[in-house]
Protein backbone atom coordinates (compact mmCIF):
# COMPACT_ATOMS: atom_id res chain seq x y z
CA UNK A 1 0.00 0.00 0.00
CA UNK A 2 2.16 3.39 -0.94
CA UNK A 3 -0.80 5.86 0.16
CA UNK A 4 0.65 8.87 -0.32
CA UNK A 5 3.76 9.52 -2.26
CA UNK A 6 6.13 12.50 -2.61
CA UNK A 7 8.53 13.49 -4.92
CA UNK A 8 11.44 14.22 -4.68
CA UNK A 9 12.57 13.39 -0.99
CA UNK A 10 15.16 16.05 -0.32
CA UNK A 11 16.23 19.21 -2.92
CA UNK A 12 19.14 22.03 -2.72
CA UNK A 13 17.66 24.71 -5.02
CA UNK A 14 19.58 28.36 -5.00
CA UNK A 15 17.62 31.47 -4.60
CA UNK A 16 15.24 32.63 -7.58
CA UNK A 17 15.76 28.82 -9.49
CA UNK A 18 11.70 26.73 -9.77
CA UNK A 19 10.95 23.66 -8.94
CA UNK A 20 7.79 21.16 -8.84
CA UNK A 21 6.98 18.75 -6.13
CA UNK A 22 4.88 16.03 -6.51
CA UNK A 23 2.42 14.58 -4.77
CA UNK A 24 -0.12 11.01 -5.74
CA UNK A 25 -2.09 9.27 -4.11
CA UNK A 26 -4.05 5.80 -4.61
CA UNK A 27 -6.44 5.66 -2.33
CA UNK A 28 -8.77 7.28 -4.28
CA UNK A 29 -9.42 10.30 -2.08
CA UNK A 30 -11.15 13.26 -3.04
CA UNK A 31 -9.18 16.24 -0.92
CA UNK A 32 -5.55 16.62 -1.08
CA UNK A 33 -3.01 19.22 0.96
CA UNK A 34 0.32 20.79 0.99
CA UNK A 35 1.76 21.66 4.06
CA UNK A 36 4.78 23.21 5.22
CA UNK A 37 6.68 22.40 8.71
CA UNK A 38 8.71 24.71 10.01
CA UNK A 39 10.46 24.24 13.99
CA UNK A 40 8.06 25.51 16.67
CA UNK A 41 5.49 26.59 14.33
CA UNK A 42 3.59 22.80 13.57
CA UNK A 43 1.79 22.65 10.03
CA UNK A 44 0.36 25.09 7.75
CA UNK A 45 -1.45 25.18 4.86
CA UNK A 46 -0.29 26.12 2.20
CA UNK A 47 -2.86 25.10 -0.33
CA UNK A 48 -5.56 22.68 -0.57
CA UNK A 49 -8.04 20.55 -3.32
CA UNK A 50 -11.25 19.98 -2.15
CA UNK A 51 -11.84 17.61 -4.97
CA UNK A 52 -10.33 17.17 -8.94
CA UNK A 53 -10.42 20.77 -10.75
CA UNK A 54 -10.49 23.09 -7.79
CA UNK A 55 -7.64 24.70 -5.28
CA UNK A 56 -7.64 27.17 -3.10
CA UNK A 57 -5.44 29.03 -0.96
CA UNK A 58 -4.51 28.36 2.42
CA UNK A 59 -2.79 30.17 5.32
CA UNK A 60 0.41 30.98 3.90
CA UNK A 61 -0.07 30.86 -0.15
CA UNK A 62 2.22 33.54 -1.09
CA UNK A 63 5.04 32.47 -3.50
CA UNK A 64 3.60 29.03 -4.19
CA UNK A 65 1.31 27.77 -7.09
CA UNK A 66 -0.73 24.34 -7.25
CA UNK A 67 -1.90 21.97 -9.60
CA UNK A 68 -4.58 19.21 -9.25
CA UNK A 69 -3.49 17.37 -12.02
CA UNK A 70 -6.43 14.39 -12.14
CA UNK A 71 -7.72 13.07 -9.28
CA UNK A 72 -4.63 11.24 -8.32
CA UNK A 73 -2.10 13.82 -8.13
CA UNK A 74 -1.64 17.35 -6.09
CA UNK A 75 1.40 19.19 -7.41
CA UNK A 76 3.08 22.35 -5.61
CA UNK A 77 5.38 25.40 -7.46
CA UNK A 78 8.02 27.32 -6.43
CA UNK A 79 8.22 30.19 -8.98
CA UNK A 80 11.42 31.84 -7.76
CA UNK A 81 12.32 30.02 -4.36
CA UNK A 82 13.93 32.12 -1.70
CA UNK A 83 15.78 31.36 1.42
CA UNK A 84 12.32 31.53 4.00
CA UNK A 85 11.18 28.75 1.92
CA UNK A 86 13.16 26.26 3.98
CA UNK A 87 11.37 23.77 5.13
CA UNK A 88 10.08 20.32 5.08
CA UNK A 89 6.92 20.29 2.65
CA UNK A 90 4.08 17.42 3.40
CA UNK A 91 1.68 16.57 0.50
CA UNK A 92 -1.99 14.72 2.30
CA UNK A 93 -5.00 13.41 1.39
CA UNK A 94 -8.57 12.45 2.80
CA UNK A 95 -11.82 11.43 1.87
CA UNK A 96 -13.63 14.07 3.74
CA UNK A 97 -12.70 17.03 5.54
CA UNK A 98 -14.15 15.26 8.45
CA UNK A 99 -11.98 12.67 8.15
CA UNK A 100 -8.39 12.22 9.05
CA UNK A 101 -5.66 13.02 7.10
CA UNK A 102 -3.35 10.77 5.36
CA UNK A 103 0.57 12.15 4.89
CA UNK A 104 3.44 11.44 2.51
CA UNK A 105 6.97 11.05 4.30
CA UNK A 106 7.78 14.86 3.32
CA UNK A 107 9.81 16.68 1.01
CA UNK A 108 12.98 18.67 2.55
CA UNK A 109 13.72 21.40 1.00
CA UNK A 110 16.57 23.83 1.45
CA UNK A 111 17.36 27.47 -0.30
CA UNK A 112 20.73 28.57 -0.20
CA UNK B 1 -5.50 32.71 22.42
CA UNK B 2 -3.81 30.29 20.01
CA UNK B 3 -6.19 28.14 18.42
CA UNK B 4 -5.14 24.87 19.39
CA UNK B 5 -2.87 24.71 22.17
CA UNK B 6 -0.19 22.22 23.46
CA UNK B 7 2.23 22.02 26.34
CA UNK B 8 5.94 20.87 24.09
CA UNK B 9 7.29 19.29 26.75
CA UNK B 10 9.24 17.44 26.88
CA UNK B 11 7.85 15.08 29.35
CA UNK B 12 10.71 12.27 30.01
CA UNK B 13 8.91 8.98 32.00
CA UNK B 14 10.37 5.59 32.56
CA UNK B 15 9.14 2.72 30.94
CA UNK B 16 6.13 1.30 32.43
CA UNK B 17 4.40 4.76 33.12
CA UNK B 18 1.09 6.09 32.51
CA UNK B 19 1.47 9.47 31.29
CA UNK B 20 -1.20 11.80 29.92
CA UNK B 21 -1.56 15.15 27.30
CA UNK B 22 -3.78 18.12 27.20
CA UNK B 23 -4.65 20.01 24.04
CA UNK B 24 -7.02 22.75 24.00
CA UNK B 25 -9.27 24.19 21.53
CA UNK B 26 -10.38 27.63 20.89
CA UNK B 27 -13.18 27.06 18.24
CA UNK B 28 -16.42 26.21 20.20
CA UNK B 29 -17.49 25.11 16.75
CA UNK B 30 -15.19 22.49 16.44
CA UNK B 31 -15.82 19.48 15.07
CA UNK B 32 -13.33 16.47 14.85
CA UNK B 33 -10.49 15.63 16.60
CA UNK B 34 -7.74 13.98 16.45
CA UNK B 35 -4.31 12.70 17.86
CA UNK B 36 -1.40 11.99 15.34
CA UNK B 37 2.21 10.88 16.05
CA UNK B 38 5.63 12.07 14.31
CA UNK B 39 8.93 10.68 14.76
CA UNK B 40 12.12 13.10 14.59
CA UNK B 41 12.33 14.53 10.40
CA UNK B 42 9.49 12.04 9.73
CA UNK B 43 5.47 12.45 8.58
CA UNK B 44 2.67 12.77 10.97
CA UNK B 45 0.49 9.64 11.57
CA UNK B 46 -2.47 9.02 12.64
CA UNK B 47 -2.84 7.05 16.19
CA UNK B 48 -6.27 8.30 17.01
CA UNK B 49 -10.06 9.88 16.01
CA UNK B 50 -11.55 11.12 19.36
CA UNK B 51 -14.83 11.06 19.94
CA UNK B 52 -17.75 12.41 22.03
CA UNK B 53 -18.14 9.48 24.61
CA UNK B 54 -14.28 9.07 24.24
CA UNK B 55 -12.46 5.68 22.63
CA UNK B 56 -9.75 3.85 23.59
CA UNK B 57 -6.75 1.61 21.47
CA UNK B 58 -4.97 -0.99 23.28
CA UNK B 59 -2.80 1.56 25.67
CA UNK B 60 -4.06 4.52 24.59
CA UNK B 61 -7.07 6.48 25.49
CA UNK B 62 -8.56 9.52 24.05
CA UNK B 63 -10.97 11.89 25.28
CA UNK B 64 -13.02 14.92 24.37
CA UNK B 65 -14.00 17.77 26.70
CA UNK B 66 -16.32 20.07 24.77
CA UNK B 67 -17.11 22.27 28.27
CA UNK B 68 -13.64 23.18 28.71
CA UNK B 69 -12.31 22.61 25.30
CA UNK B 70 -9.86 20.46 25.17
CA UNK B 71 -8.68 16.87 24.49
CA UNK B 72 -6.78 14.84 26.53
CA UNK B 73 -4.52 11.38 25.16
CA UNK B 74 -3.22 8.81 27.93
CA UNK B 75 -1.14 6.44 27.10
CA UNK B 76 -0.48 3.69 29.99
CA UNK B 77 2.32 1.17 30.21
CA UNK B 78 4.82 3.44 28.27
CA UNK B 79 7.27 1.86 25.82
CA UNK B 80 10.37 3.01 24.64
CA UNK B 81 9.12 3.14 21.08
CA UNK B 82 6.15 5.83 22.16
CA UNK B 83 8.91 8.38 22.05
CA UNK B 84 7.61 10.53 19.79
CA UNK B 85 6.20 13.79 19.33
CA UNK B 86 2.58 14.05 19.42
CA UNK B 87 0.07 16.18 17.83
CA UNK B 88 -3.21 16.98 18.33
CA UNK B 89 -5.42 18.13 15.26
CA UNK B 90 -9.24 20.13 15.59
CA UNK B 91 -11.54 20.62 12.44
CA UNK B 92 -13.54 23.33 12.87
CA UNK B 93 -15.20 23.05 9.82
CA UNK B 94 -14.12 23.79 6.16
CA UNK B 95 -11.03 22.72 4.62
CA UNK B 96 -9.33 26.61 5.93
CA UNK B 97 -10.19 25.29 9.22
CA UNK B 98 -8.01 21.81 10.22
CA UNK B 99 -5.66 23.43 12.72
CA UNK B 100 -2.36 21.27 14.02
CA UNK B 101 -1.15 22.01 17.25
CA UNK B 102 2.45 22.20 17.81
CA UNK B 103 3.17 18.98 19.08
CA UNK B 104 3.94 17.36 22.84
CA UNK B 105 7.21 15.71 22.54
CA UNK B 106 7.39 12.23 24.88
CA UNK B 107 10.31 10.97 25.66
CA UNK B 108 10.50 7.25 27.23
CA UNK B 109 13.36 6.38 29.57
CA UNK B 110 14.53 2.85 30.16
Known amino acids: NAGVTQTPKFQVLKTGQSMTLQCAQDMNHNSMYWYRQDPGMGLRLIYY???????DKGEVPNGYNVSRLNKREFSLRLESAAPSQTSVYFC???????????FGDGTRLSIL | RKEVEQDPGPFNVPEGATVAFNCTYS??????FFWYRQDCRKEPKLLMS???SGNEDGRFTAQLNRASQYISLLIRDSKLSDSATYLCVVNSGGYQKVTFGTGTKLQVIP
Open chain 2, 27 to 32: NSASQS
Open chain 2, 50 to 52: VYS
Open chain 1, 92 to 102: ASTEQVNQPQH
Open chain 1, 49 to 55: SASEGTT
